[in-house]
């Protein structure tokens, strides 16, 4: 049996042709219904040498395990778990994983105790572990399902771990803080405190106290063997401890927090890795904000400033040299923002900044001591801007008084002959958003913007604009674009010359706020100004040096609504266009074209008048379409926008690409259906092609027959059709009854009240649409629900019917004495009297009844039939017939109303 199943390992290993796989696998599923097949996989999985075999034997029984019968099962199970200790390391990984699903499998088939019972008396530590771990994942599925287990397990599971922790077994160790960590993670939802209490005890009593051999971690470290593993085992640790103090926050003493904080001290003045690092920095965090015990940080903020922050922002040698040969990577290094726990310097600026918006003012005068105090004892340029760069993330939110009494310093600083220091004091004037600043600080933006070190001339930028942002004074603000006019365009220039350099986020904002800034004046300049974007813009795609998103094509947008005050902006924006179709040509296949197409549309939109050179993006979104998800909702508002302006859209031979862009957008998402009938019927109108709508006939019964097209926007685009229909000879008859089927069906749905202002204004804006046609189809499908209303008149007839508004013997008479004209206004009335009969239930739901909303659509009707006689009769003879319905009374009263104001 071991020879073949080896045989049959390798064979599949060796990647054969089908049929050989096939009959391998076939053998391999009728062996697996043996036992003596799970006997030998388990011998060859602990011993054999060929480390493929014994994969592929692991992948063979997780495979099967489900299918075997429950006594293999158990079998099975019991053989992993005595099997685990003697697999090879470099296989455990798989080996959790059948471990994950095997015991998902053996609780459904054997029940929790089964599986209780190996974990708390194993029979060895790894098993018990690994199986733990695969109940975490169960628990985290099911957790409000399984609270009673939850709590019931983790009482049990802690003290496992107290042994385990004097293994010195890493591996066990960093696996059993692992389980801890998720077990926290699932408690963070574990309901009642007293349930919260049962879980925190086992922790607080038997499980931290053990941790002290690692807090105490030096001699440890001393074996160059396990570093790497202990590194490993650090972050679990750090971990789990970010997470327990945020659990227990309401249990936290002295007494829990002592060793911990201890322990954290020592991961600060560590060699260990900048994870382990980012970790300790995590737990800090934890400590203060989420546990908020912000007394920690606080109390000792001078030691952290001084000891655990500032060692993170000093320059090494090679980012000193970026500051000079490469200043764009020299930013790219060093301004990190967010959370990232992996990257100590920007960890702590994350945490600067977070203690200022919650006002620990120690944390800001420790730093604004520790600048000071290096401004004077610095020994070098590269120290001071280490310092500055560490205050720059305390500015966000500083106490705007102290910080003007820092403006003066920081001015000297700006012209200071050693660049390095220049660049650092421009950093912290760059990152002072609610922070105003002077006119010297201004002037000496102003000076360095063209600075001979570019970097320099980047922090000036990044400043100048933070402060044309936030300036509120509208007065000094327009003082100062007053003084600054006649430079504007020499300053867009700078800016446009250091977005080149650098190109990231921070220079693409300021960008924008210079042009907002300076928008009339550089309004004759957009199209140079543009053109040089999307030459940056396509440079940097194809360079792959773009850092996530860029942001260019922001600017050129920003630039674009600046052109909206042009009072012909045509021919600016039809020459941006051409410069955007030839950008467009050559990053096809370079990069995502989403923004590219972004930026067309905007052009389209705010463009004074139309140009037939937009549509000459038509061919690009057709060779994109199958590769560009974004596209198909893109298109479809700006389709509709060139149909709409373009007053000879048959002379521009557009229709046939229009149609197959539609076509294909609908066959990627059949969702999309009642928006594309509106582009149809909008282009049926405008061109006069009724074969458009033939062709789009199938698009029309799918939105038909929409189950929820009432709710996504069906009834507009469906209106639209019926209107194009009735709106040219012949059209009507060419899907039958089906206009009125779908009113009928519409009216069933309980919104459909809310839908009658939205169809009446439908109606409005076609001037030569057949009113009567509308009318006919809109009352047959409210009297079809609204017509009929049943009640009790009295306690001895129960189910008598009513019928509001059809008014059947009037009917008749009309029809006897009245000429053809008068049988139009009928049918006008009919709608009328239906809407009426509406309000006479007494048991209407509550859901879609709205007397405010239908009488506002009854007056619409009102205003387009203009028969006031007959509506006041109408009128009249409903309020008779309204009985005693209070609400009922109200609403034909205030719709008398309307009806007296027409006729005066």
Avoid at 546 to 552: C, D, P, T, V
Wanted: proline residues 3%; charged residues 25%.
């Amino acid at each position: 049996m071991e020879a073949r199943i080896e045989e049959l390992a390798l064979c599949i290993f060796k990647s054969p042709s089908n049929e050989e796989r096939k009959a391998a696998e076939a053998e391999i599923a009728q062996l697996a219904e043996t036992v003596e097949f799970y006997q030998t996989a388990f011998q060859i999985i602990v011993s054999h040498s060929n480390k493929s075999v014994r994969q592929e034997v692991m992948v063979w029984i997780t495979k099967y395990f489900k299918s075997v019968p429950p006594e293999l099962k158990q079998f099975c199970f019991e053989s992993f778990i005595k099997s685990l200790p003697n697999i090879d390391r470099t296989h455990l990984n798989y080996a959790e994983k059948m471990a994950n699903e095997w015991t998902e499998e053996y609780i459904k088939v054997f029940g929790w105790p089964a599986v209780r019972e190996k974990i708390i008396s194993p029979e060895n530590q790894l098993s018990s572990l690994m199986l733990a771990k695969a109940v975490c994942k169960e628990l985290k599925r099911k957790r409000n399902q399984t609270l009673e287990l939850f709590t019931d397990f983790a009482v049990e599971i802690f003290p496992i771990f107290v042994q385990i922790l004097e293994s010195q077994d890493f591996y066990l160790i960093q696996m059993a803080f692992h389980i801890a960590n998720r077990l926290i993670k699932t408690s963070e939802t574990a309901g009642p405190s007293k349930q919260l209490k049962e879980f925190i005890e086992p922790i607080s009593e038997q499980f931290l106290p053990n941790l002290q051999p690692f807090y105490n971690y030096s001699s440890i470290l001393l074996n160059i063997q396990k570093t790497i593993e202990y590194e490993k085992l650090t972050v679990e640790i750090l971990k789990f401890l970010s997470n327990y103090v945020y659990i227990i926050k309401h249990f936290l003493d002295e007494n829990t927090l002592s060793p911990i904080l201890s322990y954290m001290q020592s991961i600060f003045t560590s060699n260990l890795s900048s994870k382990s690092i980012g970790k300790a920095l995590e737990l800090l965090y934890s400590i203060t904000f989420r546990a908020k015990v912000v007394s920690v940080l606080s109390e000792n903020a001078e030691y952290f400033v001084s000891n655990v922050f500032a060692p993170f922002f000093v320059l090494q040698p090679a980012e000193i040299e970026f500051m000079e040969t490469d200043p764009a990577l020299f930013v790219q290094t060093i301004e990190k923002e967010g959370n990232d726990w992996c990257d100590p310097r920007a960890s702590v600026s994350h945490i600067i900044k977070k203690s200022n918006q919650i006002g620990l003012t120690a944390v800001f005068e420790n730093l604004f001591n520790y600048l000071t105090t290096t401004l004077q004892n610095a020994e070098n340029s590269s120290q001071i801007f280490s310092a500055c760069d560490m205050f720059s993330s305390s500015v966000y939110k500083f106490d705007p008084q102290q910080f003007s009494e820092l403006i003066p310093t920081l001015c000297e600083l700006c012209d200071n002959e050693d660049f390095v220091i220049r660049a650092a004091a421009f950093k912290i004037l760059s990152n002072a958003v609610n922070c105003k600043s002077t006119i010297n600080a201004i002037e000496v933006c102003l000076n360095h913007l063209n600075d001979e070190a570019i970097l320099v001339s980047y922090y000036a930028s990044v400043s100048l604009s933070l402060t044309f942002r936030t300036i509120k004074n509208s007065e000094m603000k327009d003082e100062l674009l007053e003084s600054l006019r006649k430079n504007s365009v020499e300053i867009v220039d700078i800016f446009l010359r250091i977005n080149t350099e650098f190109n990231n986020e921070n220079i693409a904002y300021s960008l924008m706020d210079i042009l907002e800034f300076f928008s009339d004046d550089v309004l004759p300049y957009a199209v140079s100004i543009s053109e040089n974007l999307l030459k940056l813009y396509e440079e940097t795609s194809k360079s792959n040096e773009q850092q996530g998103e860029s942001l260019i094509p922001h600017s050129i947008n920003t630039l674009i609504e600046c052109m909206k005050k042009m009072p012909d902006n045509t021919d600016s924006l039809k020459e941006i266009f051409s410069h955007l179709l030839q950008t467009t040509e050559n990053l096809i296949g370079v990069c995502d074209l989403e923004e590219i197409f972004r930026i067309g549309s905007r052009i389209v939109y705010n463009s004074t008048h139309f140009d037939p050179l937009y549509w000459e993006i038509l061919p690009y979104i057709q060779r994109n379409l199958e590769i560009e998800d974004f596209l198909c909702s893109r298109i479809r508002p700006l389709l509709s926008f060139l149909i709409d302006r373009d007053t000879n859209i048959n002379e521009r031979g557009v229709v046939p690409i229009i149609l197959e862009l539609l076509h294909s957008c609908y066959q990627r998402d059949e969702s999309d259906g009642s928006d594309i009938l509106n582009i149809v019927a909008g282009l049926t109108v405008k061109t006069g092609q009724l074969e458009i709508m033939q062709n789009f006939a199938d698009v029309i019964a799918a939105v038909y027959n929409e189950d929820k097209m009432i709710y996504d926007g069906g009834v507009d685009s469906c209106v639209s059709v019926i209107l194009c229909m009735s709106d040219f000879q012949g059209m009507s008859n060419l899907f039958g009854d089906i206009t009125n089927e779908m009113l009928s069906e519409w009216s069933e749905c309980e919104e459909f009240p809310f839908k009658i202002q939205t169809i009446i204004s439908k109606f409005n804006d076609f001037v030569n649409f057949d009113f009567n046609f509308a009318i006919n189809c809109l009352a047959s499908s409210i009297k079809a629900i609204h017509g009929q209303i049943n009640y009790k008149e009295d306690d001895e007839d129960d189910d008598k019917l009513v019928f509001y508004g059809d008014m059947e013997e009037e009917d008749e008479k009309t029809q006897k004495e009245n000429n053809e004209e008068e049988d139009e206004e009928k049918d006008k009335m009919f709608a009328l009297d239906t809407i009426g009969g509406s309000f006479g239930s007494s048991d209407m739901s509550a859901d879609w009844f709205n007397q405010s909303e239908l009488i506002k659509n009854f007056h619409n009707l009102m205003i387009s039939v203009k028969s006031n006689e007959e509506i006041m009769n109408s009128l009249s003879q409903l309020l008779e017939q309204s009985g005693d319905g209070t609400d009922y009374l109200s609403c034909v009263d205030q719709m008398l109303n309307y009806a007296k104001k027409i006729q005066k």
